[in-house]
Nanobody
């Protein structure tokens, strides 16, 4: 079992930045790939970004956030980060951290563990 706890959400003006963190506990290790997903009101959950199991591992981004968001991880601290810059109102959503054993994936159903989510609100 892996437990995930997100933090760092909040309210920010368009063009601003936020940094989300997700700390894992339980069965953690370098074989765990991590991802971020988000869900806006009335919309389906969507992939944001994912990172491979090693610090500095392969990263993947949704086209909508490429160039603005950066995922990274610190395996020594069992933490993955999501740096969000140049935020837009359409980035407003609940952001979820997810983990899976194996390679990163863009599909949420492939993830085994989920955090409780953290709200990000971007005002125009």
């Amino acid at each position: 079992q892996v437990q995930l706890v997100e933090s760092g959400g909040g309210l920010v003006q368009a063009g601003g930045s936020l940094r989300l963190s997700c700390t894992a506990s339980g069965r953690t290790g370098s074989s765990v790939a991590m991802g971020w997903f988000r869900q806006a009101p009335g919309k389906e959950r969507e992939f944001v970004t994912a990172i491979g199991s090693w610090s500095g591992g392969d990263t993947y981004y949704a086209d909508s956030v490429k160039g603005r968001f950066t995922i990274s991880r610190d395996n020594a601290k069992n933490t993955v980060f999501l740096q969000m810059n140049s935020l837009k109102p359409e980035d407003t959503a609940v952001y979820y951290c997810a983990a899976r054993i194996g390679v990163p994936a863009r599909t949420g159903v492939l993830y085994d563990y989920w955090g409780q989510g953290t709200q990000v609100t971007v005002s125009s």
